[in-house]
């Protein structure tokens, strides 16, 4: 399940229906990520996205974690327009029937999100308004994927 | 030919539109003939950090552009 929608969205909602959709399932990830505040106090933050791109290149990250790991279809929902600190902006579930292939194919799953979805955030204070770039430490942490491939986090 | 030209991001407040459609005479250009043109008039593309979609697909320099075709350029992304 992929949704880019401007709409909060329900964890426990989410979370039923991976366990609903789950076939001889053990264990569920999820992950959530929230707007940050900033030193300067958020306003509000901006997320842009290409409509059309933004789900066929998640969607391709989701389609290559199934063939690398045991799971079943992950979740995942991305907001966009505007939000304010602490709000929800990402939604990833992943569910399979051990842990191991659950935590790896969610954090693969946000790693690959973070560096190649096109989406962009603006970060809006009373003072001042800046577009926010990709964090080195993302694109170290997504490229290590590719150097180990079947890396999971729970050895 | 005309094609469509997206910019996001950055990218629209520093070139001021979103959307643009660009006239191009003659046949099919190559991606790069096209990114050098509109280099020159907004200098602020001629980044290599700056990525480029053809038909929501990241696409080469070396990529033939057609009539319709839908081109956007954008920063890095930061999402998540």
Known sequence: ?155 | MTIKILYFGRLAETVGVRQAELDLTGGDALLETVRQQLISRHPALDDPTIRIAVNQTLANENLTINDGDELAFFPPVSGG
């Open chain 1, 1 to 155: 399940m992929l949704s880019i929608q401007k709409e909060d969205f329900d964890v426990a909602t989410e979370y039923a229906a991976l366990v609903k959709n789950a076939s001889n399932t053990g264990a569920i990830v999820t992950f959530v990520g929230l707007v940050r505040d900033t030193e300067q106090g958020l306003k509000h933050m901006l997320l842009e996205h290409y409509p059309g791109m933004t789900e066929s290149v998640i969607q391709e990250i989701i389609d290559a974690a199934k063939q690398r790991w045991d799971i079943d279809d992950p979740s995942v929902i991305h907001r966009v327009g505007e939000l304010q600190a602490t709000d929800q902006i990402v939604f990833v579930g992943v569910s399979s029937t051990h842990r191991s292939d659950a935590y790896a194919a969610c954090e693969y799953l946000m790693d690959q999100l973070k560096t190649r979805a096109t989406l962009w955030k603006k970060e809006v204070t009373s003072t001042d308004e800046q577009w926010l770039d990709s964090k080195p430490s993302d694109i170290k942490r997504a490229a290590r994927w590719i150097e180990n491939p079947k890396s999971t986090t729970s050895s």
